[in-house]
């Protein structure tokens, strides 16, 4: 079996742990309770006939900020960059946090997804992307389910395709 490390990350409040919860325990929170240090936890996937052990990682704070260790992204394989689609500030920092992680972990896979998707209309959604020129591999809601494990399934890809190749 093989097994990746994968971190959630972006903004405070943007649903990171809500996302880790709903995957990890099919849950949702109402309650914000913001994360201190990290949250890890695992679960195995089944993509296109392999079993995947994803390794999850919640962390606390933004990616530029001091307090989140640079080990924490030691090992990682793939990011979930986390903004959220009712405060466009969320996003102010994406181009130069993914600048980072690629970085500090050359070649990782990551998937950058708007968040909070039942509080938007299909027109606030165009008005953010258009006003922000955001590009995003999913739109997600942590509290309907909506995309999460299509989310999760599509990191899983790329990741066996990686471990793959990197065998041949």
């Known amino acids: 079996m093989i ?15 809500s996302l880790f919860n709903r995957f990890l325990y099919s849950k949702f929170d109402e309650k914000y309770l913001t994360t201190i240090g990290v949250k890890v936890d695992k679960k195995v996937v089944e993509v296109d006939g ?3 052990n994803l390794l999850i990682w919640d962390i606390a704070g933004e990616i530029s900020q001091d307090k989140v260790p640079h080990s924490y992204f030691l090992g990682t394989s793939g990011v979930i960059y986390v903004f959220d689609l009712t405060r466009p500030i969320t996003i102010k920092n994406l181009e130069t946090d993914i600048e980072y992680l690629k970085k500090i972990a050359p070649g990782i896979s990551i998937k950058v997804i708007g968040n909070k998707r039942d509080l938007v209309s299909e027109q606030d959604v165009e008005d953010f992307v258009a006003s922000t020129n955001v590009s995003y591999d999913f739109l997600t809601s942590a509290k309907t389910g909506e995309n999460i494990e299509e989310l999760f399934l599509s990191l899983g890809k790329d990741l066996i395709s990686d471990a793959v190749s990197k065998t041949i």
């Open 3 to 17: 097994s990746k490390k994968v971190i959630i990350t972006g903004s405070f409040g943007v649903g990171k742990t």
């Open 50 to 52: 392999q079993e995947l």
